[in-house]
């Protein structure tokens, strides 16, 4: 049974950073793309394939990134530990949403969701 688990996420300033976790089990990440998606507030009855794309890192570490991530935010993944990450700086409070991870693209196994909230 895949299952994803995040951590990180939480409430600070404009201007900070926060890191998102997102641990991987029941398969090897290693040779899927994976991706971060975030649904902002006002939209929580939006289907998971609708979310907004944040990130989708490739198996080679190379990534793409939302307009609204570029410069600002930065995806990685190591595969030792079956980990995705998300580092996000100079936050602003229009980042504020629920941050999701997924395995493959907008394949079925979603993580459960981490909340970050941006205050002005």
């Known amino acids: 049974q895949v299952q994803l688990m995040q951590s990180g996420g939480g409430s600070v300033p404009a201007g900070g950073s926060l890191r998102l976790s997102c641990v991987v089990s029941g398969t090897t990440i290693a040779n899927d793309v994976m991706g971060w998606y975030r649904q902002v507030p006002g939209k929580e009855r939006e289907r998971p394939e609708d979310?907004?794309?944040?990130?989708?890192?490739?198996?080679?570490?190379?990534?793409t990134y939302g307009n609204s991530a570029k410069g600002r935010f930065t995806a990685s993944r190591d595969h030792a530990k079956n980990t995705l990450y998300l580092q996000m700086n100079n936050l602003e409070p229009a980042d504020t949403a629920i941050y999701y991870c997924?395995?493959?693209?907008?394949?079925?196994?979603w993580g459960q969701g981490s909340q970050v909230t941006v205050s002005s």
């Open positions: 997924n395995l493959g693209l907008l394949g079925p196994n």
């Open positions: 979310r907004e794309m944040v990130a989708l890192i490739y198996s080679g570490g190379s990534a």
